[in-house]
């Protein structure tokens, strides 16, 4: 009997962990492995727009604590002309489920002459979302801290592989998609939000139909849009151009190239 009951609380607790995790599942219709995306970046300098570097996305399969899964992985390297305004090099890489629920982020940014890394681990024991977080600060210091948000939450890299397979057929101007932001060291309410349909051409010489899509941020001084995305209008929802609303300035970024979608590109404009 006492084996028994032993039994029954394991497969109690393994049903709650599926369960957990099952609240943050989400299909997958946008991307596949082996998917490669790149990026010119821009910088506006003494209001005249300037080429400062590259950025490119990656996806793959791989595993993650012996299961399968998504990696991601986003680089931005600024060019000798963005060296001398702010250094920036960024490397951002997430894993998550091959349903969406995310695992794991990582946020390395050498910004100026500062280095700092953000990182950001997920459970889903006791049937919640559980998060463990970390901040390596420019000073060395590094802080950390284990919370229970009791709801999903998510990081930068993570909400991005999830928003693309987001159904936007229904959606009307002004639509917002409300969720919480995880960095290493807090949480913070965020949304994206609707803006409309536009097309634009992306550094590769092609126009394409577009998803613009505003993201903000709460912060103590109110909501703040940190960034504002142009997504095709096709089942890939590739980001084809990306503003950046950033402390030290505004920035864009234009697709250059993709290989290995998923979908059909039904976007493109002749």
Request: overall charge positive.
């Amino acid at each position: 009997m006492k084996h028994l009951r032993i039994f029954l609380l394991a497969v109690a607790i393994l049903g709650a962990v599926g369960a957990a995790k099952a609240q943050c599942d989400f299909r997958n219709t946008a991307f596949k492995p082996g998917e490669f995306l790149s990026y010119n970046l821009y910088f506006n300098w003494k209001f005249v727009w300037v080429k400062v570097g590259t950025a490119s996305m990656y996806v793959v399969q791989s595993k993650y604590n012996g299961q399968s899964a998504y990696r991601a992985s986003l680089t931005t390297r600024g060019n000798d002309k963005m060296d001398n305004i702010f250094m920036m090099r960024d490397t951002l890489l997430c894993y998550s489920t091959l349903k969406l629920a995310p695992l794991y982020y990582r946020k390395g940014a050498l910004e100026g002459k500062h280095y700092t890394v953000d990182e950001v681990w997920y459970n889903y024991s006791g049937g919640k979302c559980n998060i463990t977080q970390s901040r390596l600060h420019k000073s060395g210091k590094r802080e950390k801290r284990s919370v229970t948000p009791g709801e999903c939450v998510y990081d930068m890299m993570n909400i991005f592989l999830r928003a693309r397979s987001f159904d936007p057929s229904n959606w009307r101007k002004g639509y917002v998609v409300n969720f919480q932001i995880a960095d290493g060291n807090g949480l913070s309410p965020a949304k994206l939000e609707f803006l409309g349909r536009k097309t634009v051409k992306a550094d590769n010489g092609v126009k394409y139909r577009c998803l613009e899509i505003s993201y903000t941020e709460k912060g103590k001084k109110g909501w703040k849009e940190i960034a504002r995305f142009y997504v095709t209008d096709d089942a890939n929802h590739v980001p084809v151009r990306l503003d950046m609303f950033l402390k030290f300035g505004s920035a864009k970024a234009f697709l250059t190239g993709m290989k290995g979608v998923r979908n059909k590109i039904s976007s493109q404009v002749k």
